[in-house]
């Protein structure tokens, strides 16, 4: 499947598979942040139970320096 | 020390409330924050680096959320719809964090806000269930507004963010601390340490900055000197200051027991 992760298209083999796995593949695991799938915010408590499929656009953002 | 700023329902003993942009590095940025002696501290919320950050340092790991206040901020954004989903995803990546820096720009040259969008976005945020803490003009007329929306701060600009120009229009500043219900705080203009105490001895009950901080050739001491400033200015605010007049027949010598 392919996925838009902040902006930019990412192919993998899977043709699902979790938010929470993204999370690890993507080497993300212990970092604070937000998940927002298709312009909806995925609770990180659904990190698991939510299924990603072709075509979803994901923005995963964090806390920076900024006034 | 009774002499606390309210904001929505906390108090906190520093009426400094600083940005954590454009320091030289992480180390620096929690350097000045001490100096400063801030207690409310504004993010901005953006894309992570996907690949070759796995053990990188963050921001969070240099101010941990449990010893700060973050107030997680909409900078960049030019529309009420973009600051709302902002704030949606910070109050995610904070745990449910309600307390939040809402701006909405309208130029990207000036950095002047849009208060139509502003004032959209601060609606829906309002009824959301966030406390909102609201960067805007200096127009009495929308800070009126902004309060009645439900806002839990106004925070009108003292001069153009990042310009530091200091209060330009410090008439206007007075008379939305004389109507306003809610906590006034200047924000963004700041340019050295006597703007902060002019902003605090208008009445203002905070002031937030950062570039005036970070763009120092010595942020850490500059941070100092705001923290400073914004005390002295509070208490000259609270000790009342003498009446201002052209002249005076009252010299503080005796006028009697001269040598003659």
């Known amino acids: 499947m392919q996925l838009t992760i902040n902006g930019k298209p990412r192919s993998f083999d899977a043709d699902s598979f979790s938010v929470a796995h993204l999370v690890t593949t993507l080497e993300l695991t212990g970092k604070r942040l937000a998940i927002e799938c298709n312009g909806e915010i995925v609770p990180r408590s659904q990190f698991e139970a939510t299924q990603l499929v ?9 806390a920076v320096g900024g006034g | 020390m009774s002499d606390l700023l309210k904001i929505a329902d906390r108090t906190y ?41 796995a053990g990188e340092p963050s921001l969070l790991d240099f101010l941990p959320p449990e010893q700060f206040t973050y107030l997680p901020n909409t900078a960049g954004c030019y529309s009420a719809d973009d600051a709302v989903r902002t704030l949606r995803l910070a109050r995610e990546l904070l745990d449910g964090h309600k307390l939040v820096k809402l701006e909405v720009l309208g130029d990207p040259n000036t950095l002047y806000p849009n208060m139509i969008e502003t004032i959209a976005a601060a609606k829906t945020l309002v009824k959301d269930g966030f406390d909102v803490m609201v960067y805007c003009s200096d127009d009495p007329i929308i800070v009126k507004q902004l309060e009645e929306i439900g806002c839990c701060a106004v925070m009108p600009l003292a001069s153009l963010i990042g310009s530091g120009m200091g209060i330009l229009n410090p008439w206007n500043l007075q008379i939305i601390i004389e109507n306003a219900k809610i906590p006034v705080l200047v924000d963004a203009g700041v340019g050295t340490a006597s703007d902060a105490a002019i902003a605090m001895e208008l009445g203002c009950q905070g002031v937030l900055m950062n570039t005036a901080i970070a763009a120092a050739r010595n942020p850490v001491l500059m941070a100092g000197a705001m923290k400073k400033a914004v005390e002295a200015g509070r208490d000259a605010y609270l000790a009342g200051r003498m009446p201002k007049k052209l002249y005076s027949a009252s010299p503080s010598s005796p006028t009697t027991g001269l040598i003659s």
């Open chain 1, 54 to 62: 072709d075509g979803n656009k994901l923005e995963i953002v964090g």
């Open chain 2, 13 to 53: 003993r520093s009426r400094l409330l600083v940005g954590t942009g454009k320091y030289a590095d992480f180390a620096q940025t929690r350097a000045a924050i001490d100096a400063s002696g801030a207690e409310i501290v504004t993010v901005a919320i953006r894309r992570t680096n996907i690949g070759q950050t």
